[in-house]
T-cell receptor, first 112, second 109 residues
Framework: DAGVTQSPTHLIKTRGQQVTLRCSPK?????VSWYQQALGQGPQFIFQ???????QRGNFPDRFSGHQFPNYSSELNVNALLLGDSALYLC???????????FGPGTRLTVT | RKEVEQDPGPFNVPEGATVAFNCTYS??????FFWYRQDCRKEPKLLMS???SGNEDGRFTAQLNRASQYISLLIRDSKLSDSATYLC??????????FGKGTTLSVSS
């Protein structure tokens, strides 16, 4: 049973660039949430997608956007990258009616 | 006031010790509660859900006090492999998980 997968594993970008991160949920899950984890902090909620719609959004600027595809996979896009966007980006999947979320291995983004 | 607060530690204990982590949350509308474990540079992994009646899984016991908005995790007979960061997590409506900063545990031989 495949767990949550994310790509790429690591990424280095320059300030002002744009980045796209990808996530495939655990088999049978239909809901994808994205989190940002800065060094020494707990993960912070960015947004959640269900039925290809953004269902809830955390306190992140519009530079952060996302998408969910019919196969439930998801993308996170970040425009106009800032140094402060350097973090581990985690994708979590769940069932719409469930509360337990399972995390992928994350994408480590470094902005220089 | 942060939504979920934890003592960051670090907690340094010898093998075999009993260690307790505490967590408080600010939103009384919180409905679900969890402890996640995170190893260095890895993803958080669900350790256990926390129920008002308390629950136990082997050496791990979790308790929830809704009146005090307080969650705890007790680890008995600590193993070297228990060394990790333990994240207290609450959830309000089946959507966003709200994480504490985590408590770091180091178990030594």
């Amino acid at each position: 049973d495949a767990g949550v997968t994310q790509s790429p594993t690591h990424l280095i970008k320059t300030r002002g660039q744009q980045v796209t991160l990808r996530c495939s949920p655990k088999s049978g899950h239909d809901t994808v949430s994205w989190y940002q984890q800065a060094l020494g902090q707990g993960p912070q909620f960015i947004f959640q997608y269900y039925e290809e719609e953004e269902r809830q959004r955390g306190n992140f600027p519009d530079r952060f956007s996302g998408h969910q595809f019919p196969n439930y996979s998801s993308e996170l896009n970040v425009n106009a990258l800032l140094l402060g966007d350097s973090a581990l980006y985690l994708c979590a999947s769940s069932l719409a009616a469930g509360v337990e979320q399972y995390f992928g291995p994350g994408t480590r983004l470094t902005v220089t | 006031r942060k939504e979920v607060e934890q003592d960051p530690g670090p907690f340094n204990v010898p093998e075999g010790a009993t260690v307790a982590f505490n967590c408080t949350y600010s939103n009384s509308a919180s409905q679900s509660f969890f402890w996640y474990r995170q190893d260095c540079r890895k993803e958080p992994k669900l350790l256990m859900s926390v129920y008002s009646s308390g629950n136990e899984d082997g050496r791990f016991t979790a308790q929830l006090n809704r009146a005090s908005q307080y969650i705890s995790l007790l680890i008995r007979d600590s193993k070297l492999s228990d060394s990790a960061t333990y994240l207290c997590v609450v959830n309000q409506a089946g959507t966003a998980l709200i994480f504490g900063k985590g408590t770091t545990l180091s178990v030594s031989s």
